[in-house]
């Protein structure tokens, strides 16, 4: 057993170390502890499980916490349930897997309001079964504050899972649908539609050997770019002229005095595939027809460094690396 | 999808319905959504997800909340990280699975200390660990109090899962190790010794067929027996002198004025199995070699309601049915 004593007079808190310092110090106790190693560890949108010859499980856990990821007077409770069971499913659409099923933890505090709570669970057992992922657990503990944490449990045919890593210079990087329609929402003061994963196309994307790396957009395109790059030893130069958005995007923007880049740069939660395909992958437009959505090319990879081009100054969020 | 509106003037609380109302109500809701269903949904240890023709995937979430399940003034972090991750470990025992691994979602106040925490992860990991389960996925996302959900997975032979239903009249009781050990140590204000899920002896279960009807004991032997015999449709009659405790029992609850009963009969979370035989099945020196474990036999299945033998009243948490 490890522990890590503090130094004398010093209380360290969680928040010195960070949501990834502290994601990093545990995956480093976990390799440490010298068990088996699963196929994937932390760090991937999902990670893989050794389960046969020739296929691995993929599994995902995501929180979502009232007054943090979600607000009951912001949306109604059955959006933000149908909302974060997309969050919870695109971990397996960018891994490529299919859904096996998904299982809930819900913390309640005891004097909560019923109605909200249930129409929250209408919502998640309702985007569930539109992907054919069987909400099959329970359990339910009484907490002093509301949250979910949703555990999606998928299978993939072993070596074909989408990874972050494997982009290489000279790769086109490729993005699904629109980008900024979730932010666009949430800056208009209520979200009234929930994202959809895209698990067809990346299961599509998986079979079919289409991609060299893949990732959700769950933070915003940028970040999550970064998140690719990083994971892959690579930079990116990105066109932000190139990168679609939905049409009223820009019109909303001017109407609210917002800069649109914010939106479609660095919004998060539109649950669309950002993914690197090789020198003389198919068009845009056979991808498209092949994924069943819009595919829009809008940058490729470099050696190093993250270039936008196109866009006015650095969107809010975005951090060079 | 359905809303639940609430009478005029009514206001209804999660507390009204209870946890077992509200696990109810979202199991039917599920239900009613009419996709796809699990093998077996909410309301056994686990989940049983299809997904190949011989085999399926086993999933439960379980979370563990500070001042709910654990508080770092009665136990080390550690001990308590090592007591959710049986306590997680365990509903695959009691299906008879082996595990792939584990999932953890942490959720944490920013100005937690970072000592107890790790020291929790180090408990969690060294479980995981021992029992061959990586801990694969991480998740961390801030919150008002700290809590940790953690998912297991593990996978088991079509047909051959351990199930609560099963169990006829006629077939003898037994179960595993013994019982009231953790009571013991909480009654005592300091819990020392996290329990050990029994994996193996679940596994060999299950792949013999020797059991009828299996559950783990988490919330104490009257009531885990009680939910095995309503999902089964059948009665027990229990010998309480028939069930196994440690020697330091009696004596312990003698000097602090206890009656031992509360804990053998309804202390939970000693994690033993509690299974049911078809008469002819082998004896308990024989099965207790074949699991490597001890063994007894403590009562048998009959047409209806819970008898208890031997017991001079029934322990505090008994609830006839």
């Given at each position: 057993m490890q522990s890590f004593p503090s130094l004398p007079g010093v209380t360290k808190r969680v928040s010195d170390l960070g949501e990834f310092g502290l994601i990093e110090r545990i995956d480093r106790l976990a390799r440490a502890s010298g068990g088996r190693e699963p196929v994937l560890g932390i760090g991937d949108d999902a990670a893989l499980l050794r389960h046969r010859a020739d296929e691995d499980v993929a599994v995902s856990t995501d929180a979502?916490?009232?007054?943090?990821?979600?607000?009951?007077?912001?949306?109604a409770p059955a959006t933000a349930g149908r909302r974060a069971m997309a969050g919870a499913l695109s971990d397996l659409a960018a891994m490529g897997a299919?859904?096996?099923?998904?299982?809930?933890a819900l913390a309640v505090p005891p004097n909560a309001e019923l109605d909200p709570v249930m129409n929250l669970f209408s919502g998640l057992?309702?985007?569930?079964?539109?992907?054919?992922?069987?909400?099959?657990g329970g359990n339910v503990t009484r907490a002093r504050e509301l949250s979910v944490v949703?555990?999606?449990?998928?299978?993939?045919r072993r070596g074909r899972a989408l990874r972050r890593q494997g982009a290489k210079p000279g790769h086109r990087i490729l993005v699904t649908g629109?980008?900024?329609?979730?932010?666009?929402?949430?800056?208009?003061?209520?979200?009234?539609?929930?994202?959809?994963?895209r698990l067809q196309a990346g299961q599509r994307l998986?079979?079919?050997?289409?991609a060299s790396a893949c990732i959700d957009i769950s933070d915003g395109l940028l970040a999550d770019l970064g998140h690719l790059c990083r994971?892959?030893?690579?930079?990116?130069?990105?066109?932000a002229e190139a990168v679609p958005r939905p049409r009223s995007l820009g019109v909303v923007a001017r109407a609210l005095g917002r800069a649109p880049e914010d939106w479609f740069l660095a919004g998060g939660e539109d649950y669309e595939l950002l993914f690197t395909v090789r020198p003389g992958a198919p068009s845009c437009e056979e991808l498209s027809g092949r994924l069943g959505l819009p595919v829009s090319e809008i940058g490729r990879i470099t050696r190093e460094d993250l270039v936008l081009l196109g866009a006015p100054e650095p969107p809010a969020g975005w951090r060079h690396f």
């Amino acid at each position: 057993m490890q522990s890590f004593p503090s130094l004398p007079g010093v209380t360290k808190r969680v928040s010195d170390l960070g949501e990834f310092g502290l994601i990093e110090r545990i995956d480093r106790l976990a390799r440490a502890s010298g068990g088996r190693e699963p196929v994937l560890g932390i760090g991937d949108d999902a990670a893989l499980l050794r389960h046969r010859a020739d296929e691995d499980v993929a599994v995902s856990t995501d929180a979502f916490v009232e007054g943090v990821h979600f607000r009951f007077d912001q949306e109604a409770p059955a959006t933000a349930g149908r909302r974060a069971m997309a969050g919870a499913l695109s971990d397996l659409a960018a891994m490529g897997a299919r859904p096996l099923g998904v299982t809930c933890a819900l913390a309640v505090p005891p004097n909560a309001e019923l109605d909200p709570v249930m129409n929250l669970f209408s919502g998640l057992i309702e985007a569930a079964r539109q992907h054919d992922a069987p909400l099959a657990g329970g359990n339910v503990t009484r907490a002093r504050e509301l949250s979910v944490v949703l555990t999606v449990v998928g299978a993939v045919r072993r070596g074909r899972a989408l990874r972050r890593q494997g982009a290489k210079p000279g790769h086109r990087i490729l993005v699904t649908g629109t980008l900024g329609g979730q932010a666009l929402q949430r800056a208009r003061g209520r979200v009234r539609r929930a994202p959809t994963p895209r698990l067809q196309a990346g299961q599509r994307l998986a079979a079919d050997r289409l991609a060299s790396a893949c990732i959700d957009i769950s933070d915003g395109l940028l970040a999550d770019l970064g998140h690719l790059c990083r994971a892959s030893g690579v930079g990116a130069e990105v066109d932000a002229e190139a990168v679609p958005r939905p049409r009223s995007l820009g019109v909303v923007a001017r109407a609210l005095g917002r800069a649109p880049e914010d939106w479609f740069l660095a919004g998060g939660e539109d649950y669309e595939l950002l993914f690197t395909v090789r020198p003389g992958a198919p068009s845009c437009e056979e991808l498209s027809g092949r994924l069943g959505l819009p595919v829009s090319e809008i940058g490729r990879i470099t050696r190093e460094d993250l270039v936008l081009l196109g866009a006015p100054e650095p969107p809010a969020g975005w951090r060079h690396f």
